[in-house]
């Protein structure tokens, strides 16, 4: 079993739509959650992190944290064309490595 | 400001070749981490330091692969002997603060390594 894992994908949705993306982790003690975006060609870069269960917004991006579940997911609402990228799922076990997920191809059609 | 830097973008090498990969962090970034990114793959953590110290090298795949960052600062990951499944994008991050956890981390634009 991978320590991270997300449906490669490629996620397609219409302009405008809720795309939802999700990821399941292995380690229990895992404390910080990170969702990285990366355009092709380009570097990873940080949109969102969540460190507590529930629910965090910033814009139109919201990540949901379940560690009962090992869970966590992103929701990006009014997609636009310009959020298709990759999307990384980054879990910190504890210590200070940074494990992250193969992504998530998200295609927004205009 | 300056984001984090690397150097050289691409490097062409012949297989036995060492390489020598270099990262120039955010100024004042207490934490520097170097991976390896496979096409269609995550970043693969290799090592971690905090300013100087190498606290974790667990990621690197075997002792040909060295790192230092012997100021605190500027880091270089050394790989000698090179083969052909050393090919990869090596990319190196930094952040303000020490540890792995709750901490963002900028990176860099990589190093695309190509072993002949």
């Known amino acids: 079993q991978k320590e991270v894992e997300q449906n490669s994908g490629p996620l397609s949705v219409p302009e405008g739509a809720i795309a939802s993306l999700n990821c399941t982790y292995s380690?229990?003690?895992?404390?910080?959650f990170f969702w990285y975006r990366q355009y092709s060609g380009k570097s990873p870069e940080l949109i969102m992190f969540?460190?507590?269960?529930g629910d965090k917004e910033d814009g139109r991006f919201t990540a949901q944290l379940n560690k009962a579940s090992q869970y966590v997911s992103l929701l990006i609402r009014d997609s636009q064309p310009s959020d298709s990228a990759t999307y990384l799922c980054a879990v910190n076990p504890g210590g200070f490595k940074t494990i992250f997920g193969a992504g998530t191809r998200l295609f927004v059609k205009a | 400001g300056a984001g984090v830097s690397q150097s050289p973008r691409y490097k062409v090498t012949k297989r036995g070749q060492d390489v020598a990969l270099r990262c120039d962090p955010i100024?004042?970034?207490?934490?520097l981490y170097w991976y390896r990114q496979a096409l269609g793959q995550g970043p693969e953590f290799l090592t971690y330091?905090?300013?100087?110290?190498?606290?974790?090298k667990s990621g690197l795949p075997n002792d040909r692969f060295s790192a230092e960052r012997p100021e605190g600062s500027i880091s270089t990951l050394t790989i000698q002997r090179t083969e052909q499944r050393d090919s990869a994008m090596y990319r190196c991050?930094?952040?303000?603060?020490?540890?792995?956890?709750?901490?963002?981390?900028?990176f860099g634009p990589g190093t695309r390594l190509t072993v002949l």
């Open positions: 969540i460190y507590s269960n």
């Open positions: 330091f905090n300013y100087e110290a190498q606290q974790d």
């Open positions: 380690d229990r003690g895992s404390q910080s």
């Open positions: 100024s004042g970034h207490v934490s």
């Open positions: 991050a930094s952040s303000e603060l020490a540890g792995g956890n709750y901490n963002e981390q900028f």
